[in-house]
């Protein structure tokens, strides 16, 4: 059975999106959607399934940033990659993000087939990964 990718995203059109992008760049895998970083670690305390996690950074309850702080203290979850999903394209929040030990930074962008090229080139590296 192939791999589970987490989906942390409050927005539900994001969401659906980013799973589009994802069959578009032929990744079959199951997603669990989390639209919070709180509930993103209740689902990994539960699920040893996920191989990979797409990460918003603005996100309600439990921020990005705090998320992946909470996520990366923990040993065993250096070697999960964690891509973030972001409108920012500002430098300061994909330095910070990569300090904490991300795979990847994707920017949203408004015109899907550019997401979605950028979101398959990202992805290129963790695709044995995830099957």
Known sequence: MSQKILLIEDSLLDAELTIHALKRC????????????GVALWHLAVDQKIALILLDLK?????GIEFLTMFRSDPKNT???VIILSGSVNPEDRAHTEQLGTSGYVVKDSDPERFRDALCRALTPFQTKLS
């Open 26 to 37: 032929d990744l079959h895998n199951e997603v669990v959607h989390a639209v919070d970083g």
């Open 79 to 81: 070697a999960t990659p």
């Open 59 to 63: 996100l309600r309850v439990v921020s």
